[in-house]
């Protein structure tokens, strides 16, 4: 028998999560709502407002309340510039559906153009806005205003410096670890997105400051049809691309099991000072596109465990092509990075709570879509092909940094101005301060 019950407005001021320490860490938010209502085409299975159902999940969880929530600028030109070519910056500028019927077959191949990136209203806003975030959350990491950093609308890692790829149009991924590279010696980037991080590699292939590591599917056939073992970097950079080819079906333990094994010693061998973690949700079983069978707690906890070494971090969105639980599932890590639990039902206040039914749970089970083909044979042999590589590692790339190079760009030109306008001060203003600073001094005298 209930012998105590919270009145309605008790209950409706409870939190939705639980604190799991004393102390977090300083976790930024940044979003721009905007973000989520460009719109690919009605048969393309990339769909931006999935980030609508994440920003809704994560307000209805008051997570909201644990974070320092930005709206970022969009990226300017000179910032895309940073690693994109102008030709192609350019053409995202001025292209728009209507005039690709005009162009001509050579053109849009130059580009890349096609049913996988095609061009759509605001293409080039939708670029800027979610390379502006990614931008802004390195800023507030080199500051030190914030431990983790998350953009959910950024981790694009298949775009090229000179065309689009995979649904990405600029690689937000690189410029941002570029902007990073100014302070930090050494950047480690993680990516378990279920396809190779090939964007982020390809530019990063000749350089020891940045390792990849990527945990894919391959086949030699599977988008993007790279991410090879054998893929290990050239030049200074040899040794410090790493991949790990997956087969079909891996379920949970297999998935944590290998990814703790493999990323431990490589963040001890290469002691990177800031980590980038790509978290493409169609690694998730049940996925439109996918075919493993990880649940979110799986993908979470290696989100965990990298957040477990307290190095800053920069966490960023990806792939994931069922909606539903794509939002399920960063809602779930944002909670995961602000060291707190979730209560796995729903809030049945939130807007878009018809989403996720039959069972409103923050964890559905989707697992066992698929049969697991990766053996024990196999993941041991993977593992010990990228443990191999890391033998040949013997000491952490340092680099020396005398003097900071400037930033990618940091302000526009309107920000400065208006920064410039208000710290001119009028005559009368600064009489004015005088006089009440005066008088302020007077008061303390009796």
Not at 87 to 111: N, R, W
Not at 161 to 188: A, Q, T
């Given at each position: 028998?209930?012998?105590?019950?919270?009145?309605?407005?008790?209950?409706?001021?409870?939190?939705?999560?639980?604190?799991?320490?004393?102390?977090?860490?300083?976790?930024?938010?940044?979003?721009?709502?905007?973000?989520?209502?460009?719109?690919?085409?009605?048969?393309?299975?990339?769909?931006?407002?999935?980030?609508?159902?994440?920003?809704?999940?994560?307000?209805?969880?008051?997570?909201?309340?644990?974070?320092?929530?930005?709206?970022?600028?969009?990226?300017?030109?000179?910032?895309?510039?940073?690693?994109?070519?102008?030709?192609?910056?350019?053409?995202?500028?001025?292209?728009?559906?209507?005039?690709?019927?005009?162009?001509?077959?050579?053109?849009?191949?130059?580009?890349?153009?096609?049913?996988?990136?095609?061009?759509?209203?605001?293409?080039?806003?939708?670029?800027?806005?979610?390379?502006?975030?990614?931008?802004?959350?390195?800023?507030?990491?080199?500051?030190?205003?914030?431990?983790?950093?998350?953009?959910?609308?950024?981790?694009?890692?298949?775009?090229?410096?000179?065309?689009?790829?995979?649904?990405?149009?600029?690689?937000?991924?690189?410029?941002?670890?570029?902007?990073?590279?100014?302070?930090?010696?050494?950047?480690?980037?993680?990516?378990?997105?279920?396809?190779?991080?090939?964007?982020?590699?390809?530019?990063?292939?000749?350089?020891?400051?940045?390792?990849?590591?990527?945990?894919?599917?391959?086949?030699?056939?599977?988008?993007?049809?790279?991410?090879?073992?054998?893929?290990?970097?050239?030049?200074?950079?040899?040794?410090?691309?790493?991949?790990?080819?997956?087969?079909?079906?891996?379920?949970?333990?297999?998935?944590?099991?290998?990814?703790?094994?493999?990323?431990?010693?490589?963040?001890?061998?290469?002691?990177?000072?800031?980590?980038?973690?790509?978290?493409?949700?169609?690694?998730?079983?049940?996925?439109?596109?996918?075919?493993?069978?990880l649940n979110i707690r799986a993908h979470g906890e290696c989100v965990k465990f990298i957040r477990s070494f307290g190095l800053p971090m920069l966490v960023l969105g990806g792939g994931g092509y069922t909606p539903r639980n794509v939002s399920r599932l960063?809602?779930?890590?944002?909670?995961?990075?602000?060291?707190?639990?979730?209560?796995?039902?729903?809030?049945?206040?939130?807007?878009?709570?018809?989403?996720?039914?039959?069972?409103?749970?923050?964890?559905?089970?989707?697992?066992?879509?698929?049969?697991?083909?990766?053996?024990?044979?196999?993941?041991?042999?993977?593992?010990?092909?990228?443990?191999?590589?890391?033998?040949?590692?013997?000491?952490?790339?340092?680099?020396?940094?005398?003097?900071?190079?400037?930033?990618?760009?940091?302000?526009?030109?309107?920000?400065?101005?208006i920064i410039k306008e208000l710290n001119e001060e009028t005559t009368e203003e600064k009489y004015m301060k005088r006089v009440k600073d005066e008088a302020r001094v007077g008061e303390m005298v009796e």
């Open positions: 028998m209930t012998t105590f019950s919270t009145d309605a407005k008790t209950e409706s001021n409870t939190p939705l999560y639980l604190a799991n320490s004393a102390s977090s860490p300083n976790v930024s938010y940044h979003y721009n709502p905007t973000i989520s209502q460009y719109h690919y085409g009605p048969h393309h299975p990339m769909k931006p407002f999935r980030l609508m159902l994440t920003d809704h999940l994560v307000i209805s969880y008051k997570l909201y309340e644990k974070m320092d929530l930005f709206t970022p600028r969009s990226a300017t030109k000179e910032e895309l510039l940073e690693f994109h070519s102008e030709d192609y910056i350019d053409f995202l500028q001025k292209v728009t559906p209507e005039m690709t019927a005009k162009l001509s077959d050579q053109k849009l191949a130059q580009f890349n153009i096609g049913d996988d990136c095609p061009v759509f209203d605001g293409i080039y806003d939708y670029s800027s806005k979610y390379a502006g975030a990614s931008l802004d959350a390195s800023r507030k990491l080199i500051s030190g205003m914030s431990d983790i950093a998350i953009n959910w609308s950024g981790g694009l890692h298949h775009a090229k410096k000179f065309e689009p790829s995979g649904f990405c149009y600029v690689n937000d991924i690189v410029l941002s670890i570029l902007n990073l590279l100014r302070v930090h010696p050494r950047v480690m980037y993680i990516d378990i997105d279920l396809h190779h991080g090939d964007g982020v590699q390809e530019a990063f292939y000749t350089t020891d400051r940045v390792m990849t590591v990527s945990f894919h599917k391959f086949n030699g056939e599977f988008f993007p049809g790279t991410g090879s073992v054998d893929e290990v970097g050239i030049g200074k950079g040899k040794n410090y691309a790493i991949n790990v080819p997956l087969k079909d079906g891996i379920d949970d333990d297999s998935y944590i099991r290998l990814f703790k094994s493999i990323m431990e010693p490589l963040i001890t061998k290469f002691q990177p000072t800031c980590i980038v973690q790509q978290c493409g949700a169609d690694s998730l079983g049940y996925d439109r596109l996918g075919c493993f069978n960063w809602c779930y890590e944002t909670s995961v990075l602000n060291d707190v639990t979730l209560d796995h039902k729903i809030p049945n206040y939130l807007p878009t709570y018809d989403w996720f039914g039959p069972d409103y749970s923050l964890h559905p089970q989707l697992e066992g879509r698929i049969d697991n083909k990766n053996s024990k044979k196999y993941l041991e042999s993977v593992k010990h092909e990228v443990l191999e590589q890391l033998r040949y590692l013997n000491y952490a790339p340092s680099v020396q940094m005398s003097e900071i190079p400037p930033d990618l760009t940091g302000l526009t030109e309107e920000e400065e101005d």
